[in-house]
């Protein structure tokens, strides 16, 4: 099994700052691909940031410019950080990773974390 935790999430006003983690553990070969989205209540998921194994990033128009999001292959985690915060950015936010096991055979899956509140305030 791969499983994903998220941390950091929280309380914080309009104009601060949030780092959230998510670390990958489990029987992995490969994560291939590492990201976030987030869900708002009534509102879909949208995705937010993603990276590859390489570091090649991209990145939702909505958050291009104040989130960073990063890599720690070693530690299979991935972090967002998250500046400049606004009530608009108040969701749950998932992580979410593309992992290749190998249990005699290869296999390819999507994996989610349980999510990480984070609230902006006005």
């Known amino acids: 099994q791969v499983h994903l935790v998220e941390s950091g999430g929280g309380l914080v006003q309009a104009g601060g700052s949030l780092r959230l983690s998510c670390a990958a553990s489990g029987s992995i070969f490969r994560i291939n691909d590492m990201g976030w989205y987030r869900q708002a209540p009534g509102k879909q998921r949208e995705f937010v940031a993603s990276a590859t194994s390489a570091g090649t990033t991209k990145y939702a128009d909505s958050v291009l410019g104040r989130f960073t999001i990063s890599r720690d292959n070693a530690k299979n985690t991935v972090y967002l950080q998250m500046n400049s915060l606004s009530p608009e950015d108040t969701a749950v936010y998932l992580c979410?990773?593309?992992?290749?096991?190998?249990?005699?055979?290869?296999?390819?899956?999507?994996?989610w974390g349980q999510g990480t509140q984070v609230t902006v305030s006005p």
């Open positions: 979410n990773a593309v992992v290749t096991r190998y249990t005699g055979s290869y296999s390819t899956n999507d994996y």
